[in-house]
């Protein structure tokens, strides 16, 4: 008799199981044929971690932090939230966050381990984390995010910056520090961060230097 409620048991387990993994299917289906981009990247942050990766030396002060996290679905489907950090001064300055094919997402880690030296990492705890810091102190210098990110937030799912102990580095010495790159406003940036700290408050390395600005080296 214990043998044969034991069996039920189980088979009642296996029941069960099969209709939560034949609803979070159907539910993932059901959005992606509504054609609603953002619902389909809130039902991928429940979808399995398939890898993640982060700039290497994201912790040297000027280094642009280069984020990939990627979610699988188990019909093949690729979650990518990818976001793009300064945390010398201007936060997030790039992100994206989108459902792939598996090709285009190993053109896009492709993409980026040419630009800088990439490391896998399950700790996306860690990943939240250094997203949250650079917004915040981007924020209280002025700068916003780009307002994708949101998107690419929702990717890292149940991801808890608060679980973390590692210490994200935030300026250089103490202050600001703005490395201009091709993009960047830099008459704009620089007026701004001298607005709030003053000439002197704030490290700066540009390319080229202006009438105003000390020739010799281009940081202050």
Known sequence: MA???????????????????????????????RGTPRALLRVAGSWPPHEAWLTKAWQVPGEIVQILVARRSEQGDIALGAVLVDLGCLGVKSAFGRVVDPAEYRQIVENARDQQDMVKTDDLDLLAKIIREGLAYAEELGFKPDPDYRDAMLVLGDADPDASDVEVPLGKDGQPFFVAGPYDNVDAIMAKLTRKCGPDGFHYLVPMMGPDLNPEDGEE
Request: proline share 0%; hydrophobic share 25%; no cysteine.
């Open 3 to 33: 043998k044969k409620a034991d069996q039920r048991r189980e088979k009642a387990r296996q029941r069960k199981a099969a209709r939560r993994k034949e609803k979070r299917s159907s539910s993932a289906g059901s959005v992606a044929r």
